[in-house]
């Protein structure tokens, strides 16, 4: 009788590859680290490795966050054909109010819930009975990942439908950000002025500049919150800032005072000013604050003084006066130029300072208001446009278009302009500091180092294996942001693309991975900084003046956030052997419910290779450990971990996989690695 030896033996090979490196259009496919990227959109480099798909955006007016709306799911009887999504429900009993987002057979789904309802009252639509309800309403009460998921984005659009844009016309003209508070600047309807807004809880709020007047021979003390009433006229105002632009109080000061309305006016030109019967200068008409239309607001934030509450907005937009704003008092600063529009602005050992073409000045040290040398302001000039300004413990970094050079020093008395770089300069609006500075010049993203002499710089080039991609930015970056919880600098184009480069810690030094994105609207302007809790907060407006918070919720304001990944052939170290490739177990993470698509390519891709068919995966996060999790706080048909895997069915030299997402109910995953099982065969001949 024959003996069973059983079937044969095959050897399965498990290889593991770690997802990092970033995008590299340069390495041979030989050479080239399996873990890199050959091609890839809306997916960012982590710090620790691993591949995150891009967080959302959403419209921003300082009213409730769509990404932060809840739902409800209420059991429920029907009446009258029961209500459709949108419709406002009332309890008759407890008079309370909500929002339908979704109707199904025994329940519904609302938010803008305005209180507790009653768990058997009858609810009404227009004050007709649609229904009653038959148990209490739970938050967050779907019973899986995806339904969970659903109704967040249907609660997230009906908050999304109460936040409006800025009213005016064209693009974002800038933001600022003070105290958490976030600063609109854009155009009228007309096109014929700028407009300034603040965020509120009710939406976009104009802030009326008010009006200045000009004072000289001031021979009494003016102070802010002062009743100014003219000698002649009797006219009275409040004084709200007080611009002393030079001289001395009590003998000659002269300057300006930014007032708020006139109350029986108006002051005639000339008068004296007097406070509280005592004449303290002489003025001239008052003239209304306005803003020139079509500018590019560029702002820091500083404070001149010792006083915790004197931080205050900087800025200039190359077509007005550059300012002084705290949030509600608009102070322009005359700096005596003919043609006083500067373009970019920084501050630096408590001076002001402004770019004009290729001149820098600064004003007098502690006195953002005066620009006179007599009391320190300076004019340093380059020979080259400026471009940026960014601030160094040691030095003050000024960019031009096609030079860096660092001005080095406190003061006027020993300034001095040094050489960093004759043949590196920043593309404008691209300045900015994540731990060094950063920017994009024509040969790339550039780093500024410090070298081993006081006070020196090297300035690098980090992206040479992009720089396809740079090539086709440089045309059209328009803004750049950073997010330091994540240790990213970001360029925008303003046709929605956007370079994004993680900064990590590397066995020999940091690492510099880059990743592209690509948005549905076309930025405009950005600001990174911080919100009121000290999070960090990243905004931008797009050419329509509508103004968002980027890296929240789960779509591009709405829309599909479309991503893929695909990544290099994977030759196992044989690029001359055959494999049959059986498995695939991806390794990854998920905020909450994730569909994935992947497909593996074998060969390069060969044509002679029938394609693989793709396969699609959901991952969701949100099971509990028996036990250790109580019963309302997970879903069950969710992984404490995700870890997908699929089949894979075909020979080859090597092996590629894409991944492929598009969703607007996706919070968020990241790809870490994956695991490939697969089989040695024969040398390929």
Request: overall charge negative; glycine content about 12%.
């Amino acid at each position: 009788m024959a003996r069973n030896r059983g079937l044969p033996k095959v050897k399965v090979i498990p290889e593991y590859t770690e997802f990092k490196g970033g995008l590299d259009l340069k390495t041979p496919p030989m050479k080239i680290s399996p873990g890199a990227l050959i091609a890839g959109m809306n997916y960012t480099s982590g710090t620790d490795g691993g591949y995150e798909r891009v967080d959302g955006y959403e419209g921003f007016s300082g009213q409730p966050s769509p990404s932060d709306a809840t739902y409800y799911r209420c059991p429920c009887t029907f009446t009258a054909g029961g209500p459709s999504a949108g419709d406002t429900i009332t309890g008759v009993d407890s008079a309370e109010t909500a929002v339908v987002i979704s109707v199904f057979t025994a329940y519904i789904n609302v938010t803008k819930l305005s209180g507790t309802l009653n768990s058997d009252e009858i609810f009404t639509v227009g004050g007709v009975a649609n229904g009653t309800f038959t148990a209490a309403q739970l938050e967050k009460g779907e019973t899986s990942a995806l339904l969970n998921a659903n109704a967040l984005n249907l609660a997230a659009d009906v908050y999304r439908d109460d936040i409006d844009s800025p009213v005016g016309s064209g693009a974002g003209r800038g933001l600022a950000l003070l105290d958490g508070i976030l600063y609109a600047f854009r155009d009228n309807a007309a096109g014929t002025a700028g407009l300034i807004y603040k965020q509120t809880a009710a939406g976009w709020v104009a802030v009326t500049p008010g009006n200045e007047v000009s004072f000289g021979s001031g021979t009494g003390l003016i102070a802010e919150g002062d009743t100014i009433t003219g000698a002649t006229s009797n006219a009275t105002a409040v004084v709200a800032r007080v611009v002393l632009e030079s001289g001395a109080w009590g003998v000659d000061a002269a300057g300006r005072l930014i007032i708020g309305a006139v109350t029986g006016g108006p002051f005639q030109n000339p008068e004296n000013l007097t406070v509280s019967g005592v004449e303290a200068a002489t003025t001239s008409l008052v003239t209304a604050i306005t803003l020139a239309a079509g500018g590019r607001y560029e702002t820091v934030v500083y404070n001149f003084t010792g006083s915790t509450d004197t931080k205050r907005i900087y800025g200039c937009d190359g077509k007005n006066r550059g300012f002084e704003f705290d949030g509600t008092v608009y102070v322009p600063i005359d700096t005596g130029m003919v043609t006083d529009t500067p373009e970019y602005v920084s501050a630096y050992k408590y001076q002001l300072f402004f770019s004009f073409k290729g001149s820098s000045q600064n004003s007098g040290p502690g006195t953002p208001y005066e620009w006179s040398a007599v009391i320190g302001a300076a004019e340093i000039a380059l020979g080259d446009d400026i471009s940026g300004y960014a601030r160094r413990p040691k030095a003050l970094l000024i960019n031009s278009r096609d030079s860096t050079n660092q001005l080095l020093g406190s003061t006027v008395s020993d300034f001095e302009l040094d050489d960093v770089s004759d043949d590196t300069g920043a593309i404008p609006r691209t300045v900015q500091i994540l731990g060094s500075p950063f920017w994009l010049d024509d040969r790339g993203i550039v780093k500024l180092s410090a070298v081993q002499e006081y006070g020196n710089f090297d300035a690098s080039v980090l992206s040479r294996k992009i720089q396809a991609r740079i090539d086709a930015m440089q045309g059209v970056a328009v803004a750049s942001s950073v997010y330091r919880t994540k240790s990213q600098y970001r360029v925008y184009g303003s046709d929605g693309t956007g370079i994004c480069m993680t900064v990590s810690p590397g066995r020999y030094g940091l690492k510099y991975q880059f990743t592209q994105f690509l948005y549905p609207v076309n930025v405009a302007c950005a600001i990174s900084g911080e919100d009121s809790t000290g999070k960090d907060v990243v905004f931008f407006a797009d050419d329509a003046g509508r103004v968002y918070q980027a890296d929240k919720g789960s779509s591009f304001d709405g829309a599909d956030i479309e991503a893929y990944i695909f990544l290099p052939f994977n030759n196992s170290k044989m690029p001359t052997v055959l494999k049959t490739y059986r498995k695939a177990i991806i390794e990854m993470s998920s905020t909450g419910y994730s569909s994935i698509r992947y497909n593996p390519i074998l060969s390069y891709g060969s044509s002679d290779i029938q394609a693989h068919r793709s396969v699609t995966l959901p991952a969701q996060l949100g099971g509990g450990l028996w036990g250790l999790a109580d019963w309302s706080e997970f879903f069950w048909d969710a992984d404490v971990v995700p870890n997908p895997s699929f089949t894979i069915e075909g020979d080859g030299i090597n092996l590629s996989l894409t991944m492929y997402s598009k969703s607007d109910i996706d919070c968020g995953h990241k790809i870490d690695g994956v695991t490939v099982h697969f089989t040695p065969r024969r040398l390929v001949r």
